[in-house]
């Protein structure tokens, strides 16, 4: 069934209104006139209440002359079709008029024929219109429907490095993702997956997927997050935001706790490297830390939990897990290609630098907190490994 457009006739000669109105066969051309008005002022009301299609539009009216009425109908009513009615008088006025982007005009005195073969030429445009924007409500609807797979295709592509920078912005901007590079790119692995064990189903598998997702993105809601899944079904996160190194390992403790599963993650903050190598660098992270023995695994999770604890040892956590301190000492270093007591001293420092970046907490509290019995002793081994004392390292960072 054909639509039937508005049109509302603006002229301050009755004469010329009735005219136009008894001389077009208005619905043959699917067109309804929905009112006449005999100034702009009274044109522009009649236009919005009826929110109308079509406007004719005599220059010379009252109250508001024509130029006017096209102006206010171009700001609220922008596609409405405007013709304009004019005299070989008002040639200055038709100019001004066509440069505000009216459709087409006719010269009064009005030629019925001529002007009934305008609208119909108008009715054509407006159905090409309709037509148009429905394609786009359609398309825009799937786009929306499918909206978390374009962005996951295009996230995929950009950790493969196949787009180029110029289509990248533009791709971030169109799927709503902040348009500057993640500050952090995270990789999640299931890490029974990974000895291939069988215990779950495909169904049960993909629950416990969707369970951890749902957990990161509860707990990092303050943050742009985008996460999908990558080639080989590892949960992938692009994160924007300063989100803190504990509200990350909370995620794989939330899974321990609610879903009683072990996962294994890794994220990498170094924005100056591309998406592709750091998602590299997170994976392969996360490859090596599935291959870990229970025995290093655990010792990886005390020093996380206790580093602050000055009287840690390598002896002390070998008794713990009644292993001998020699035999602890070779599998950590082989698997963790570090001593116990370098990757003790590199989890202080990096807590030193967050705390001294992050906080006005004076060096003596810092050391405390980073498990070293004086500052002094704190700030020795500071230097050692950055290079700095920690006052001027806060100062440089700051």
Known sequence: MARTWKVVIADDERIIREGIRSSIPWEALNLEVAGE??????????AIAHHVHLILVDLSMPIMNGLTLIKRLREQLPKCKIVIITGH??????????????DDYVLKPVNPGALEALLRKLVQKLEATMINDDLLHMASKQIEKNFDLLRERFCLEWLKGELEEEEITGQLSFLQMPVEPPDIVGVIRW???????????????????FAIENIAEELLRGFPLV?????VGLIVLFIWGDAREAVLKEIEISVARYLRITIAASYDSETGEGIASRYAEAKACVNRETRLTPFVRRTKEVIAERYADQSLSLEGVAGEMNVSAVYLSRLFKQEMGAAFIRYLTQTRMKEAIRLLSETDLAIHEIAERTGYESQHYFSTAFKKATGLPPNQYRKKVN
């Open 227 to 231: 996460h999908f899944r990558d080639e």
């Open 37 to 46: 008005a005999e100034d702009g002022e009274e044109a522009l009301e009649l």
């Open 89 to 102: 008088d008002e040639f200055a006025y038709a100019q001004e008029a066509i440069k505000l982007e009216v």
């Open 191 to 209: 890490t029974e997956q990974s000895k291939g064990k069988t215990f779950y189903n495909e169904k049960d598998r993909q629950l416990l997927l």
